[in-house]
């Protein structure tokens, strides 16, 4: 039996793997001795972790390391760890996992931990994902990079896991999926995670949400260049999410909430906060009609040159109110100038309040060029629009104020509530003042200082109402108007 110099021996390891020239050891910690080689990376590594049932580590020094065959763990309180991202795994297995996490049971697996390498996918991928979490419960996933070469179908796939952490995760050109959490998952925190497709932009999803029974965390992260940036697909419930300080960018939908996949499915507790949206080449966020919400709510969000309007609400069913708060939703439509808008309002779309947002253009977030701040496009009932900035759209702030009931009030650049004071001059039956709101009002309330006798108003339109009365007035006589859309 070969007995490797002590001086490899410091790593605090069950087992240490390297390579030299094409065979792969596996090198006992405890005795010194390589108690297994070969040529199949693939067979070392399953062997080292089969021999510590109990628990342990591998240390898997740099080096590329060829796998034919997925690496199961199947046992709690195992870590893989590489040298960096300088240990490479080279994925050569067409019809199963890369690593999987897992007991033969199914039971739970506890404290796995997977960390410090690389994985490089090299064959054409028809079933298996780069790495599966099934069932864990307290679990890491650090520092891995995923290269999929557009040959794997998904990067991480999470299933009924509990108090895991994904934190610095890289998966690239991935055929499917990034990340996909499924199943009864919980406690899940994703920090520091890029998702990029350079090489198949657009063709793939970033993080797949299909189920969650609460405490999903995506938190300082880079999602680029997919199709879907993140998708609340919606296989079962999807109970308490939250998307913090994460931009997602050049996508063709950045973050979406379809028709769920399992009909009546839906998304609960889900807040986008301090984030971005950028750049999509349809709508930076979609809530798409037969989606099903409640307390959904957008804070601090940025949405900035989208190719079509910035947000899409369709006749989604929602509980309580979709919300958008503090949000910037500057200079999309970049397709053609003055066709899309900050927020399409599709018919029969409800339930969304717009609470001191900036909705606007601004040359200098984006080359696009809002139509309407907001297109409502009818039907849209339990609509609230409140104390934003409205002005300096392509068009105008709001397209049709008759489309919207609601509230509409105190907005910058749409004016739809207005008084003054008119002087109908001795002699007169009538005056004509500007009332200076965003269209025609439907109310008018006149009020005269002097005796004029009927007071009322004879006629308006967008621009002026006219007032006339009954008895021609001796001396110029004030009367107060209030005029509202």
């Known amino acids: 039996m070969k007995i490797y110099p002590p001086s490899l021996l410091h790593q605090p390891a069950s087992y240490i793997i390297y390579k030299e020239g094409g065979v792969v050891y596996a090198l006992n910690s405890r005795t010194g001795q390589i108690d297994f080689s070969g040529t199949d990376a693939s067979t070392v590594i399953q062997s080292a972790v089969n021999a510590i049932p109990d628990g342990g580590k591998v240390f898997v020094k740099a080096g590329r390391y060829a796998l034919t065959k997925k690496i199961t763990i199947p046992y709690d309180r195992i870590v893989i760890e590489g040298e960096g991202y300088s240990t490479i795994f080279e994925d050569n297995i067409p019809d199963d996992h890369c690593f999987a996490v897992r007991k033969p049971d199914g039971a739970v697996i506890r404290e796995v931990f997977l960390r410090n390498f690389r994985i490089d996918c090299k064959v054409d991928k028809t079933t298996g994902d780069e ?32 108090q895991v952490l994904i934190y610095g995760l890289s998966v690239y050109n991935v055929k499917n999926n990034a990340i996909v959490c499924a199943g009864d998952s919980n406690d899940i925190y994703i920090n520091e ?56 960018d050049n996508c063709v939908k950045g973050i979406r909430f379809p028709s769920p996949k399992t009909p009546g499915r839906y998304v609960a507790g889900c807040y986008i906060v301090n984030s971005w949206a950028s750049s999509c080449e349809e709508y930076n966020v979609s809530i798409e009609s037969g989606a099903i919400l409640s307390d959904v709510k957008f804070i601090n969000l940025r949405s900035y040159n989208a190719g079509c309007s910035g947000i899409y609400i369709g006749n989604a069913t929602v509980s309580g109110l979709i919300e958008f708060i503090n949000c ?158």
Not at 356 to 367: A, E, V
Request: charged share 15%.
């Open 328 to 485: 910037t939703i500057a200079s999309n439509s970049r397709q053609s100038a003055n066709t899309h808008h900050g927020v399409f309002l599709d018919a029969n779309a409800s339930k969304v309040r717009f609470k001191s947002c900036i909705i606007r253009n601004d040359p200098k977030l984006g080359t696009g060029t809002q139509g309407y701040g907001i297109f409502a496009n009818g039907n849209n009932t339990d609509i609230y629009i409140e104390d934003c900035d409205l002005r300096d759209n392509g068009i105008g702030a709001i397209n049709s104020l008759g489309n919207i009931t609601g509230r509409v009030s105190n907005n910058l650049g749409f004016v739809t509530r207005n008084r003054g004071t008119a002087i109908m001059l001795a002699g007169s039956t009538s005056v004509t003042v500007a009332h200076g709101l965003n269209g025609t009002p439907t109310k008018v309330l006149v009020t005269p200082r002097g005796n004029l006798g009927a007071v009322w108003v004879s006629s308006r339109d967008s621009t002026n109402i006219t007032i006339s009365c009954s008895t021609t007035p001796t001396v110029d006589t004030e009367i107060d108007w209030e005029a509202e859309l």
């Open 131 to 162: 790495i599966n979490l099934f069932n864990l419960f307290i679990g890491r996933v650090i520092n891995v990079f995923v290269e999929a070469n557009a040959k794997a179908i998904n990067g991480l796939y999470m299933t009924n896991c509990n």
């Open 193 to 248: 995670l890029i998702i990029d497709n350079p090489g198949n932009p657009r063709q793939q999803t970033g993080v797949e949400i299909l189920k969650s029974n609460g405490s999903l965390y995506i938190c300082d992260s880079d999602i680029i260049n997919c199709k879907y940036g993140i998708d609340f697909a919606c296989d079962g419930d999807i109970l308490w999410t939250w998307v913090d300080n994460t931009a997602v």
